[in-house]
């Protein structure tokens, strides 16, 4: 517990926590609004009649425990971006500002020192989860009142905002997994910043494409991407051609178990020096 609250007053000294809020606050109000006009006209019928492949989808989405369960997650894309930087730069901090060697000859157990950094930023990034999704209850609540839909807080609902916990957890070690591997704090941000946002639009434009030629089976595929996989955990319910939300969670898992593990035994061997 020691090493946990040295690793959370590491965070807690430096400008790091402050600078991914204030990057954050913008973006999560700017999902807002686009999560309000999609939930008015989803609830209202404002998009017309959808396309004869896509009905099922649409009328899946205006379920309103799948609105809620929307606006109860706002801003989990830009969220798991958020907590994966502040993975990265709990590991390569240590090697930007030249602390990393103190730390190993304070505590010579380097995977104590590794677990300590994996607990600390889990435990940092379900608070980051905690002050959006009472954020999100608040805001989502009056949302849908304002659409005329009511405040919804059923099972699924509330399965989606516990998945949702759990994909702001492994984000946070699957961070701290690449600070392990990229040392180099502009190399590691950078190299975080394109896989995520980068990956994600090009497997979303890959799938589609192929899906429309060989099928909707190809959806499945998108387990295979840690943001979609993300994203579809916080459905409301299972979606026509999606892949169950309990999938997305296992393959996140996994995920995070290799980053932990592979970052674990690279932190051993390497030298510090």
């Given at each position: 517990?020691?090493?946990?609250?040295?690793?959370?007053?590491?965070?807690?000294?430096?400008?790091?926590?402050?600078?991914?809020?204030?990057?954050?606050?913008?973006?999560?109000?700017?999902?807002?609004?686009?999560?309000?006009?999609?939930?008015?006209?989803?609830?209202?019928?404002?998009?017309?009649?959808?396309p004869?492949?896509?009905?099922?989808?649409v009328?899946?989405?205006?379920?309103?425990?799948?609105l809620?369960a929307?606006?109860?997650?706002?801003?989990?894309?830009?969220?798991?971006?958020?907590?994966?930087?502040?993975?990265?730069?709990?590991?390569?901090?240590?090697?930007?500002?030249?602390?990393?060697?103190t730390?190993?000859?304070?505590?010579?157990?380097?995977?104590a020192v590794?677990?300590?950094?994996?607990?600390?930023?889990?435990?940092?990034?379900?608070?980051?989860?905690?002050l959006?999704?009472?954020?999100?209850?608040?805001?989502?609540?009056?949302?849908?009142?304002?659409?005329?839909?009511?405040?919804?807080?059923?099972?699924?609902?509330w399965?989606?905002?516990?998945?949702?916990?759990?994909?702001?957890?492994?984000?946070?070690?699957?961070?701290?997994?690449?600070?392990?591997?990229?040392?180099?704090?502009?190399?590691?941000?950078v190299?975080g910043?394109?896989?995520?946002?980068?990956?994600?639009?090009?497997?979303?434009?890959?799938?589609?494409?192929?899906?429309?030629?060989?099928?909707?089976?190809?959806?499945?595929?998108?387990?295979?991407?840690?943001?979609?996989?993300?994203?579809?955990m916080?459905?409301?319910?299972?979606?026509?051609?999606?892949?169950?939300?309990?999938?997305?969670?296992?393959?996140?898992?996994?995920?995070?178990?290799?980053?932990?593990?592979?970052?674990?035994?690279t932190?051993?061997?390497?030298?510090?020096?």
């Amino acid at each position: 517990m020691n090493l946990v609250r040295a690793e959370l007053l590491k965070v807690r000294s430096t400008s790091i926590w402050w600078i991914l809020t204030l990057t954050y606050l913008p973006l999560w109000g700017l999902a807002l609004f686009f999560n309000y006009l999609q939930t008015d006209g989803l609830a209202n019928g404002d998009f017309g009649e959808a396309p004869e492949n896509q009905a099922d989808v649409v009328a899946a989405a205006s379920q309103p425990d799948n609105l809620a369960a929307n606006l109860y997650t706002n801003g989990q894309f830009f969220g798991l971006l958020m907590v994966m930087l502040l993975g990265i730069l709990v590991v390569t901090n240590e090697f930007f500002h030249q602390t990393v060697t103190t730390t190993f000859l304070t505590t010579p157990h380097r995977s104590a020192v590794m677990l300590a950094k994996l607990a600390a930023t889990a435990l940092l990034g379900l608070v980051f989860w905690l002050l959006t999704t009472s954020a999100n209850l608040l805001a989502g609540s009056a949302v849908l009142e304002a659409v005329g839909v009511g405040a919804r807080y059923g099972g699924a609902v509330w399965e989606a905002v516990g998945l949702n916990a759990l994909a702001y957890l492994l984000w946070a070690i699957l961070g701290v997994g690449i600070g392990v591997l990229i040392r180099s704090q502009v190399g590691a941000t950078v190299t975080g910043i394109l896989l995520y946002l980068g990956g994600t639009i090009g497997a979303v434009i890959v799938i589609s494409t192929l899906a429309a030629s060989f099928g909707d089976w190809i959806n499945n595929v998108q387990l295979l991407v840690p943001s979609l996989a993300s994203s579809l955990m916080v459905t409301g319910g299972d979606f026509p051609g999606n892949p169950p939300r309990w999938a997305g969670a296992a393959v996140l898992v996994g995920y995070a178990v290799v980053a932990g593990v592979v970052g674990t035994l690279t932190l051993r061997r390497r030298d510090i020096s």
